[in-house]
């Protein structure tokens, strides 16, 4: 019901409450006055018999007049008991009138009770059958936005169902969209390991003709990025079902920088690519070091596989709200229709590098969203990429 409806019944309750309790209270004084004339005029008859005993006949004579009552035994110093009278007799004419107003009154309330219980529970069966009626719709999926329909006993109601629909059709929705990301994955997963395996099958058959030291490194190179692979889908699928567990330590950022660069040395010689690494001071984050260093080399190695011959540089500060790195390269940048899509799963860029399968970037992501953290991609104003990670200390 709404609040209008709502009021409509509880003035009618309180106005048949009140009309039945002003019948009784009425019925109530009608007793309480007649009995206070009885009393009065006993006091007065009694004092007239006792002075003028002769007068009793007189005044028996004029009550019965007035009252048509017989008479009846009492008590002696009750003369108008004693005369067979009571107090509802001096009620007199006016008895029959209030009785049928009393009786009216308390019908007439009676009534109203009636009409405004029924009232609500029909307006009470109209919602039910209206939530009914949209529960309905729901089951089949064609259940619009449940409208509020005012304040009132059901409206508690109507918003916890409104709320589990809405959490249903966001459930599903989630759903639908892990199973249309997971077989996106699997034609992904499936490109990505035909590649090898075709090369490996086309180096096989080569090496059966001719035993070329070539085609043996060729062989090796990727059975090495089918390792490569594998270990990436392993760790997503980790991450994926929830069973990727970090650690919480404090972590110096140098020390953290210095380890990721030293676990790519041999990839940074053969590439001729430097890293800069400026200590700037005892800065600590808490992290995950081994899955943290992991992030930070894919986001180096990413930096030098577009600066070949250059610098890959890194910086850090810290304030009270986070703590930021910085990791940039003096190459041509991130071709602008690529930046919205870096992270994803086995996106390959525009300018991306031969044999990269497209997960790295979109590990580090993983990896540093789950340790209160963010990673961002851009262009330098002065060329070259760079990539801004930021640990929030709360």
Known sequence: MSGRKNILVTFGFVLSAALIAAVCSALAASYHYSRLQFELLNVICGEMVAQEPETKNIISAALK?????????????????????????????????????????????????????????????????????????????????????????????????????????????????????????????????????????????????????????????????????????????????????????EVDVFTLLVLAADNLQELFVSSHTSVDIPEQGEMMVTADLDWTMEAVMNLMKNCMEHSPGGTVHCSYEQNPLYTEVLIWDDGEGFAKEDIPHLFERFYRGKNACEGGIGIGLALSKEMIERQNGTIRAKNKPDGGALFEIRFYSH
């Open 65 to 249: 007049e007035y009252t048509g009552g017989n008479r009846g035994g009492a008590a002696e110093d009750d003369v108008l008991s004693a005369l067979g009278y009571r107090s509802s007799d001096f009620s007199g004419a006016a008895a029959l009138p209030n009785r049928l107003f009393a009786a009216t009154g308390f019908l007439t309330g009676i009534l109203l009770f009636v009409v405004t219980f029924l009232y609500r529970n029909q307006m009470e069966a109209i919602r039910i059958r209206a939530l009914a009626e949209y529960l309905e719709q729901v089951n089949i999926g064609r259940a619009a936005i449940l409208s509020a329909s005012g304040e009132d006993d059901f409206s508690k109601l109507e918003d916890e169902i409104y709320k589990t629909v809405t959490f249903l059709y966001q459930t599903k929705d989630k759903a639908i969209q892990a199973k249309n990301d997971f077989a996106e994955n699997l034609s992904n997963i499936a490109h990505q390991l035909k590649t090898p395996i075709t090369a490996l099958s086309l180096s096989v058959q080569m090496m059966k003709q001719n035993m070329d030291p070539k085609h043996l490194e060729q062989a090796e190179k990727q059975i090495l990025r089918l390792t490569h692979l594998e270990e990436a889908l392993l760790v997503l699928s980790r991450i994926d079902a929830g069973t990727l567990h970090l650690q919480r330590d």
